[in-house]
């Protein structure tokens, strides 16, 4: 059975939906939610580099057709799986 894939909205890339760290936006700003979560759901690589290249992009704001700002917690949960994911 195939598995389902999502692009990354900092690098571009294809990949299966469990490697990635799903965002939703709540009050205008992007949150890390679980796959079942509400929302429309825009997805990042565990990678630092990915989520600053979306940022720069400006990925986010296309994602959710609106203007959004990174919640702090973000970048400590990306980061985090970053580095569980070296191990």
């Known amino acids: 059975m195939a598995r389902p894939e999502r692009t990354c909205v900092g690098c571009r890339r294809r990949r ?3 490697e990635l760290v799903r965002l939703v936006c709540r009050d205008d700003a ?3 939610a679980g796959r079942g979560d509400p929302g429309r759901g825009a997805y990042v690589c565990p990678s630092l580099a990915c989520l600053e290249a979306a940022e720069r992009r400006r990925a ?4 959710f057709r609106r203007p959004v700002r990174l919640a702090p ?3 400590d949960e990306v980061a985090g799986r970053e580095t569980a994911g070296r191990r």
């Open 16 to 18: 299966p939906q469990d």
């Open 30 to 32: 992007v949150v890390t």
């Open 60 to 63: 986010f704001a296309r994602a």
């Open 73 to 75: 917690s973000v970048r």
